[in-house]
């Protein structure tokens, strides 16, 4: 298969329009099952090392269980209050939409019992790989006009007791997912002032 410039561009408008989404933005309306089965299908398309496929999803809809999430959240984001206390800023944030959205997905490793092909020297590759699961997942929403929004601020121990994952699983992920009102156009960080942007004049290095 060859892809022509427009589909090119395409791609390309797509990532720059990926946003994360926060509760402020969600506005409530459900997902239709075929859309969230698109996202899930672009996430167990990405790569992974040996091809290993070390992920697994847990679509949460339940009320109960978002609550103790969001119970979890408000806990440990008073912790993060005390470490940014001179940034006033922080405070304000809106850093999840675990209630607002209607659909949360956590995002699990699960490593493999056997010695895995790539990962014989560098150990975290199989979390990596669910890394690449997540970012398709997000592409794949955006082009729904779905957004997606990533939560870690959260003990990772407790949420993998309350969804019941299993005794070696890793959090990586815990996704808010709906659709919103608007997309903004760059990072809501960047237009805050929290940080500014790079350009590959700062990250690109040639030897
Ligand atoms: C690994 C990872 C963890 C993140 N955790 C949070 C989070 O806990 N709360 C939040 O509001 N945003 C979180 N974000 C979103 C980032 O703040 C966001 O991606 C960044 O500000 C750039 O904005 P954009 O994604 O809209 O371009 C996370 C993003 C990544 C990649």
């Known amino acids: 298969m060859t892809f022509n410039n427009s589909d090119t561009k395409k791609l390309l408008e797509i990532i720059k329009a990926r946003r994360d989404v926060r509760g402020n933005r969600f506005v409530g309306a459900e997902i239709e099952k ?21 992920w697994k999803f847990v679509v949460i809809k339940d009320n109960k269980t978002k609550e103790n999430i969001l119970k979890n959240f408000k806990q440990e984001n008073d912790k993060a209050k005390e470490i940014f206390k001179d940034k006033e800023l922080y405070t304000k944030l809106k850093l999840e939409g675990i209630k607002e959205a209607p659909i949360n997905i956590a995002v699990l490793y699960e490593p493999k019992e ?17 890394v690449c699961a997540i970012q398709n997942m997000w592409l794949m929403a955006r082009a729904l006009n779905i957004g997606i929004g ?33 997309f903004y156009e760059e990072s809501e960080l960047k237009t805050l002032g929290w940080d500014k942007e790079k350009n590959l004049k700062d990250v690109v290095e040639y030897l």
């Open 114 to 130: 056997k010695d895995v092909l790539g990962m014989t020297s560098m150990k975290k590759m199989g979390e990596y790989s669910v």
């Open 150 to 182: 990533w939560v870690s601020i959260l003990d990772e121990k407790k949420v993998l007791k309350e969804i019941g994952a299993s005794k070696d699983s890793m959090l990586i992920a815990y996704l808010c997912i709906g659709y919103v009102d608007k």
């Open 34 to 54: 075929e859309k969230l089965d698109m996202i899930l299908e672009a996430g167990i398309s990405a790569p992974s090392v040996g091809y290993s496929q070390p």
